[in-house]
């Protein structure tokens, strides 16, 4: 499990889980994306927390048959 603690406008945060939940590789943990909450010295700006679970926890070119 990653756990990613994004910072950046709204607009930029929408952008990056848009991006991730386009990799197949990745899946989110679904319940696991929080509200994406204002900074509150700088409103412009927000966070998130993400978790994130590779769909394969073996390498690419490592075969899950080869044991």
Do not use: A, C
């Amino acid at each position: 499990m990653i756990i990613v603690n994004v910072s950046g406008t709204r607009k930029d945060i929408r952008w990056m889980i848009k991006n991730i939940s386009r990799n197949k590789r990745i899946s989110f943990l679904v319940p696991d994306i929080s509200n994406i909450k204002r900074n509150e010295k700088n409103p412009q700006y927000s966070h998130v927390l993400i978790k994130l679970q590779r769909e394969n926890q073996y390498h690419p070119r490592e075969s899950p048959y080869e044991k």
